[in-house]
């Protein structure tokens, strides 16, 4: 997958490409500070897609946004509150997790014609998670100190499946290592 940036902010716009290209293994091919500087370009000939930031959005006429409908995939990266009427594919929180926007660019939650936020659903502070029932007896196992391809026999189940889950029982309970699953699973709101 190919893509091009246009963000304003120099240094949030190498921290979204980093992010891009390291973590999504998306590959970012250009970055300028317009749309059409990007396609201009030879290699904004063959991009897949676009991520533009809210300023550089509402400075691009919007025919031009509609122009590329079809040809090239427009992810918005707002700042505060974009309007839904934007001509872009997805729209992502310049503060989303980036899984948010890997899913925004690879087109994997755009709705057919219309934008669509993609923002994760937002727990209230200091409500209780909710693990689905193979998320508690993974986290359960994970506490019992049992290694993922341990995990994975027990269960029977893939070893990458036992670390998406993992990733995913990390991310749901916000702890940054298996010891703070642990941990949070001892505490009595977790039982």
Known sequence: ?????????????????????????????VSADSIDSILSTAAGQNLDAIVID???????PRDRLTSLKGKVRLVGIETH?????????AIV???????????AVRGGAAAAGRARSVHEPLVPYGSTP??????????????????NR?????LGLREQSVKNL??????KLRCENRVQIALRLSQPDMN
Request: glycine letters at 10%.
């Open 1 to 29: 997958m190919h893509v091009g940036l246009v963000i304003q902010d120099r240094l949030f716009g190498e921290s979204v490409a980093s992010l891009l290209t390291y973590v999504g293994g998306i590959r970012v091919d």
């Open 54 to 60: 809210e300023p550089s959005l509402k400075r691009t």
């Open 81 to 89: 509150e974009m309007s839904g009427e934007a001509p872009v594919d």
């Open 93 to 103: 929180a310049r503060n989303a997790g980036g899984e948010s926007l890997f899913r």
């Open 130 to 147: 909710t693990l689905s029932p193979r998320e508690r007896e993974v986290a359960q196992l994970v506490a019992k100190g049992l290694p």
């Open 150 to 154: 341990r995990i994975a026999s027990i």
């Open 166 to 171: 993992v990733s995913t029982i990390m991310r």
